[in-house]
């Protein structure tokens, strides 16, 4: 249970930014370029967006936070594991949609 919760303070940080972010590209595209779905195109903009949003928050940013998840279970490899795998679920998702 303290696993859930220590992913959940994790993405708490970069789940608001990835999703504007997203959403903010996929409109600017669609004023270029006429997209037939709005879906789908934020699924792959979240899959590049999100491990970026990553990157910034926890590698640049604030890199000590790093010994806070280890220290509650969650190694850095497995994060990096858990944003591409949320990346690549939500692509599927709003690729099915």
Known sequence: M???RSIYLFYKKIFLASIAVSIAIVFLLSLL???????GSFGISYMFVLPLIHYYIYELRNRNEYYFYYNLGLSKISLWMITAILALVTKIISSLI
Do not use: T
């Open 33 to 39: 370029i006429p997209i037939h779905s709005f879906i």
């Open 2 to 4: 303290i696993i859930i």
